[in-house]
């Protein structure tokens, strides 16, 4: 049975202070047993902070990006150790990652692959854009991602999907609850093919954009989403709070 998730990615916001100020809202708003994951993904600076004031709680914390190596000569990146004792979940594929800093299917299966060997749990995205919906390609396109992205990925060990549709981010447009049920049960098909039926119904799938608290529960009631991707609305505690609250 696949756990129920809510993953906040803050993306490039909040300095030192204000992750601090966010986490701990987060942490001191949030029921002590909320019946669902909590993951917090602050900016890689801010990771070791957000970790320390939330070890009391049951929030977990995840990395925004890393890349596949464990060390060497590529200035600016960080490594799965790195983040081996301050992660539980790593984001990897995110649509801007893709579209803005040019990740290819190729590297991301890297990434995916590397995280899960050095016991991180990859947060893997895919979604298409809306010339893809609007030519019917849509299946096609997030089926490839799926085949690309999990190449050689260990059936033993844990993986999150994320299911974001590029149109429907911050846009201020969701996907209908019935256009991501369709989507994430086709997921669900894609990743029996890869891994095994059995791991397939375990995996939590996520659906990212635009997500708020009017409509979270709307999409988490549906039987192939396991809990949301939240970017704007988790920099705000009080609704990001809200909407956990709201996922059955």
């Not at 320390?52 to 190596?69: D, L, R, W």
């Not at 490594?79 to 040019?102: A, D």
């Not at 201020?172 to 894609?190: D, F, K, L, N, W």
């Amino acid at each position: 049975m696949p756990s129920l998730i809510a993953v906040g990615n803050w993306k490039m916001n909040t300095d030192i202070s204000e992750a601090k100020q966010l986490a701990l809202a987060i942490s001191n708003g949030v029921p002590k047993t909320p019946g669902v994951e909590i993951v917090l993904c602050p900016p890689a600076i801010s990771i070791g902070l957000v970790n320390e004031v939330t070890k009391q709680s049951n929030i977990e914390i995840g990395a925004q990006n890393m890349y596949f190596e464990n060390n060497g000569p590529f200035t600016g990146e960080i490594s799965p150790t790195m983040l081996n004792g301050l992660c539980k979940y790593v984001i990897l594929g995110h649509s801007e990652r893709r579209q803005i800093f040019g990740e290819s299917n190729i590297m991301i299966q890297q990434k995916v692959v590397s995280a899960a060997y050095n016991n991180l749990i990859p947060i893997l995205c895919v979604g298409e854009d809306l010339e893809q919906r609007n030519t019917q390609k849509a299946f096609a396109f997030v089926e490839n991602q799926i085949n690309d992205c999990l190449k050689d990925f260990p059936n033993e060990k844990p993986l999150v999907l994320a299911y974001e549709p590029l149109w429907a981010i911050g846009t201020g447009t969701a996907a209908t609850p019935e256009i991501a049920q369709i989507m994430t049960h086709y997921i669900r098909v894609c990743l029996s093919k890869i891994l095994s039926y059995e791991k397939a119904n375990e995996i939590s799938i996520l659906y990212g954009g635009s997500v708020n608290k009017s409509n979270v529960m709307s999409f988490t009631n549906q039987p192939d989403i396991n809990g949301v991707l939240v970017g704007g609305a988790s920099l705000k505690a009080d609704e990001f709070i809200q909407i956990i609250g709201e996922i059955k």
